[in-house]
């Protein structure tokens, strides 16, 4: 018997909401999203975690400029705060390597990294994670019930398509979805149109944003992205505030 | 004390074990430790002590057997398999990571014969509960 399992209803006790921020497809910008939603949310005086999921390709490190931050150890694994979140990653253990696992390796490090994290109280507990409906997803359905999906999507067919496989996957597993956020926006309502037609509800949507790629690593540049400006329209939409 | 988070683990799930077969006393716990993950069998037993206490008469009088597992790893690449060893020259950092999360060995070691990554680990990864005796 795999007692790990066991333990990590009680980890997410002190969570008031898990919400996963989750996309069909690679490339939409669901690690900014997560990171920004993050950082917004905590800004707003929330208590807020960030656990990246995406064990192959880990990057909330390098959109918050992680660098020295480590856990530390007192009856588990304490996150250490980054700008105020209390920030959760693989690369705390497999450094800046490559982390090449099959789907059971996926499934037992995450089911490691939610044992032996302790959170505390959280209002928040953003959860970043990887592309499509694999391993990950299909744990965190099983592991955290109480979790919410937050999709990311930009407005090409080759997003939406995924997109429509995820939400029906997430209906028929009955896995709360909090709503869909367009990333990338051009100023067209035919996501919002689409979303509304599959019966989730439209956030709102993430203007390009040509500056964004400079700001990434600096919480000072962060701030003043109107990625943010536009994610905190999405807050207010959540019923976060 | 990661330790104690997995002995944690333990506690609960043979808590709800018991429940499910309408035990009133757990009477025995046999845990298998996979070497790969280095735990501190000392310090993980007193933790198993200390929390079960916490836990009201379903503990009241159990005994832990603790019996520790060789990891035994394969290439899926060769289809070598050999035998992890911490002893195997792996630097402390290294380790360390490992004990949190034995997947990570993938970043860290190959296949000493064809130099993959791409191995599983057969047997002697981390915690698992082998039975639970009560009544």
């Known amino acids: 018997m795999d007692p790990r399992p066991y333990v990590i209803g009680k980890r997410m006790k002190g969570v008031r909401r898990v919400i996963a921020v989750a996309a069909g497809k690679g490339g939409v910008g669901k690690s900014s999203v997560a990171s920004l939603l993050a950082l917004e949310l905590s800004r707003r005086g929330y208590r807020v975690g960030l656990m990246d999921l995406d064990l192959y390709g880990p990057s909330d490190h390098v959109v918050l400029g992680v660098r020295e931050a480590r856990p530390g150890e007192d009856k588990g694994v304490i996150p250490p705060e980054v700008s105020g979140i209390k920030f959760m990653s693989i690369i705390y253990y497999s450094g800046n390597m490559p982390f090449a696992s099959r789907g059971v390796g996926i499934g037992n490090s995450i089911t490691e990294l939610l044992a032996i994290t302790r959170w505390g109280n959280l209002d928040f507990l953003i959860l970043d994670m990887p592309p499509g409906f694999g391993d990950a997803t299909l744990d965190v359905i099983r592991l955290i019930p109480k979790t919410e999906f937050l999709i990311v999507s930009t407005a090409s067919k080759l997003s939406t398509e995924t997109v429509k496989k995820l939400i029906g996957m997430l209906k028929e597993k009955r896995v709360g979805v909090a709503g869909l956020i367009e990333n990338m926006g051009a100023g067209s309502h035919v996501l919002m149109n689409q979303t509304k037609a599959l019966g989730i509800p439209f956030l709102g949507s993430i203007k390009y944003d040509k500056n964004f790629e400079q700001s990434l690593g600096s919480e000072e540049k962060l701030l003043k992205t109107s990625f943010l400006k536009d994610i905190g329209g999405i807050v207010s939409n959540l019923g976060m505030v | ?135």
């Open chain 2, 1 to 135: 004390m990661h330790e104690w988070a997995l002995a944690e683990a333990v506690i609960y799930s043979v808590s709800g074990f018991a429940k499910k077969k309408e035990m009133k006393k757990v009477r025995e716990i046999e845990i298998v430790l996979g070497e790969m993950q280095n735990i501190d069998k000392d310090i993980f037993r007193l933790a198993i002590n200390d929390i079960s206490k916490m836990q009201g008469p379903l503990f009241s009088i159990f005994r832990v057997k603790i019996r520790s597992e060789k990891t035994v790893l394969k290439c899926m690449s060769c289809g070598n398999e050999w035998a992890f060893s911490f002893k195997n020259s792996i630097p402390k950092d290294d380790m360390e990571a490992i004990h949190f999360i034995p997947e990570v060995s993938h970043v860290y070691m190959k296949c000493p014969k064809c130099g993959s990554r791409d191995f599983e680990i057969v047997r002697g990864r981390g915690v698992r509960i082998k039975s639970v005796k009560g009544e």
